[in-house]
């Protein structure tokens, strides 16, 4: 190659190499609070042009009051993610054929997984039965990214950010997120799975690290796959 066109190459962004790549329609991203799932939605919405469907995290009225005392403020918190979600996955299937793309940064059949942590027996009693009463129908996604990183990693970014409700997370209640989401999407086989070890790349702010993860979305081939590379190799 010679010295003008390798100047020219190096000269091409990289984000220039997803110009004629395709996502699947409908993706999910998901991870315990801090692993960046609803920044990398809202990076795939907007490189992609899709609609984005995000958590109604800054509507939700209890949510302070649940991270300063979860025990006290779990059913309401619970109550408001789950009635909120189902709102606008309703919304989004009201037609005859579902919406032609979308980006969620929440999966419904996850719901409970939040509910058995946070609530006590009867209260998740409860809450079953509300949730058994809506019906719930909604379309599966064709794609779930589910990024991945340890409590020390979650607590930095969340401190990193600077959130004063979030600010009062512990680590001892990431842990057992970390856990409930390794369990539950350790049989999870509704969609294709791309699980992402996000512990190491910067896929908010590096753009060689968010276009290496789409090209591997763009070439998924199968129902669960891994993304785990080394961030110097990228």
Known sequence: MTSQALEAANMISP??????LEIPRYVVVE???????????????DTF???????????????DRF????GKHALPTQLYFLLDRVRQLNELGSGDLFSPSV???????????????TLDADE?????????????????PDLVIYLQAPSRVLIE???????????????????SLIDAYARFFHFYDDSPLLIVNASE???????????????????????????????TLI
Do not use: W
């Open 15 to 20: 984000s220039s190499r997803l110009r004629d």
């Open 31 to 45: 991870g315990p609070i801090g692993v960046g799932k609803t920044t990398l939605a809202r990076r795939l919405a």
């Open 49 to 63: 042009g899709h609609p984005l469907m995000l958590e109604p995290v800054e509507e939700n009225p209890f949510l």
């Open 67 to 70: 991270y300063r005392e979860r």
């Open 103 to 117: 980006v969620a940064d929440f999966l419904l059949q996850k719901d409970k997984l939040f509910a058995e942590i």
């Open 124 to 140: 998740f009693g409860l809450y079953q039965q509300i949730h058994d009463k809506l019906a719930i129908t909604v379309p599966t």
């Open 157 to 175: 970014r969340i401190r990193r950010r600077g959130v004063p409700s979030e600010q009062h997370i512990d680590s001892s209640y990431l842990e």
């Open 201 to 231: 790349i910067d896929l908010a702010h590096n753009e060689n690290h968010f276009v290496a993860l789409v090209e591997h979305v763009s070439r998924m081939n199968g129902t669960r796959q891994f993304f785990n590379p080394h961030p």
